[in-house]
């Protein structure tokens, strides 16, 4: 079951499945509904990024605003549908725009896990690592430039970014329970951002979070990306995905 704040972006602020509740709560940086701040704040769950992630503005532009399942921004209207059941969900999405129309999109979900919890996705995927804020360093999936991305480890003070690349399927283990997302958007980039933030982030009040992002596009700003690094608008002038979250024991 999902349950969403319409006062507060629509931010998912519950996805339980399989008996159990997946998305963080948050490090209770702010109470109440976000509308009409200009700075984002992290308030945990899963917040709608869209039209970039990292960027003008940061982590896009509606997580400022009260919406349920249709919101407008800068000319554009998306229509968000959750379907809901004991293991799985689907969210489909319709987006109206002019054709032609680039942008990103990402399922910004901040995960409830524990020390130990990992991510898996094929062997050999491109991964675009984010180290600081610089630009996106070329490496490889399981263990992009030297670094572990794939297990949420012990605090150390690091934080990491990364997209893996044409990638719609990930998932992730943690305390017996796995939780699998797939993103499905034909003819569209289709990858899955990582975020692992070992309490090294922000430098004055570090914490711990762990996102696992299904995303259309392949970088995390809409100003640095390539050609063929976001989603396009299509003649038709509306393009849809669709975002499936299944949960097993295991």
Same mark, same amino acid.
């Given at each position: 079951?999902?349950?969403?704040?319409?006062?507060?972006? =629509?931010?998912w602020?519950s996805? /339980?499945? @399989?008996?159990? !509740?997946?998305?963080?709560?948050?490090?209770?940086?702010?109470?109440?509904?976000?509308?009409?701040?200009?700075?984002? &704040?992290d308030?945990?769950?899963l917040? !709608?990024?869209?039209?970039?992630?990292?960027?003008e503005?940061?982590?896009?532009?509606?997580?400022?605003?009260?919406?349920?399942?249709? &919101?407008? $921004?800068?000319g554009? *209207?998306?229509t968000?549908?959750?379907?809901s059941g004991s293991?799985?969900?689907? %969210?489909? $999405?319709?987006?109206?725009?002019?054709?032609?129309?680039?942008?990103?999109? %990402? %399922?910004?979900? +901040?995960?409830?896990?524990?020390?130990?919890?990992? &991510?898996?996705a094929?062997?050999?995927? !491109?991964?675009?690592? $984010? +180290?600081?804020?610089?630009?996106?360093?070329?490496? #490889?999936?399981?263990?992009?430039?030297?670094?572990?991305?794939?297990? $949420?480890?012990?605090?150390?003070?690091?934080?990491?970014?990364g997209?893996?690349?044409?990638?719609p399927?990930?998932? *992730?283990?943690?305390?017996?329970a !796995?939780l699998?997302?797939t993103?499905?958007?034909?003819? /569209?980039?289709?990858?899955?951002?990582l975020?692992?933030?070992?309490?090294?982030?922000?430098?004055?009040a570090?914490?711990?979070?762990? =996102?696992?992002?299904?995303?259309?596009?392949? &970088?995390?700003g809409l100003a640095?990306?390539?050609?063929?690094? #976001?989603a396009? *608008?299509?003649?038709? =002038?509306?393009?849809?995905?669709?975002?499936? @979250?299944?949960?097993?024991?295991?």
């Amino acid at each position: 079951m999902v349950t969403v704040d319409p006062l507060d972006g =629509g931010r998912w602020t519950s996805l /339980q499945l @399989a008996n159990r !509740e997946w998305l963080w709560a948050g490090p209770g940086l702010v109470n109440g509904p976000r509308t009409g701040l200009t700075a984002f &704040v992290d308030a945990g769950g899963l917040d !709608e990024c869209f039209p970039t992630v990292r960027g003008e503005p940061d982590h896009g532009g509606l997580w400022n605003l009260a919406w349920e399942s249709t &919101v407008a $921004y800068a000319g554009t *209207v998306l229509t968000r549908t959750i379907t809901s059941g004991s293991d799985s969900m689907t %969210a489909d $999405y319709r987006l109206r725009a002019p054709v032609g129309f680039r942008f990103i999109w %990402a %399922a910004h979900a +901040l995960l409830d896990c524990a020390v130990g919890a990992t &991510v898996s996705a094929p062997t050999d995927t !491109e991964c675009r690592l $984010y +180290l600081d804020d610089g630009p996106w360093v070329a490496a #490889t999936w399981p263990v992009p430039g030297g670094i572990d991305l794939g297990t $949420y480890g012990p605090s150390d003070g690091t934080a990491v970014g990364g997209v893996l690349v044409d990638c719609p399927t990930v998932s *992730v283990r943690d305390r017996g329970a !796995e939780l699998t997302w797939t993103l499905s958007c034909p003819g /569209q980039p289709v990858s899955t951002a990582l975020w692992r933030n070992l309490a090294g982030f922000p430098d004055d009040a570090p914490y711990r979070s762990l =996102g696992v992002e299904p995303m259309l596009g392949r &970088v995390f700003g809409l100003a640095e990306a390539g050609p063929d690094d #976001t989603a396009v *608008v299509p003649a038709s =002038g509306e393009l849809a995905w669709r975002l499936t @979250a299944s949960a097993r024991p295991v």
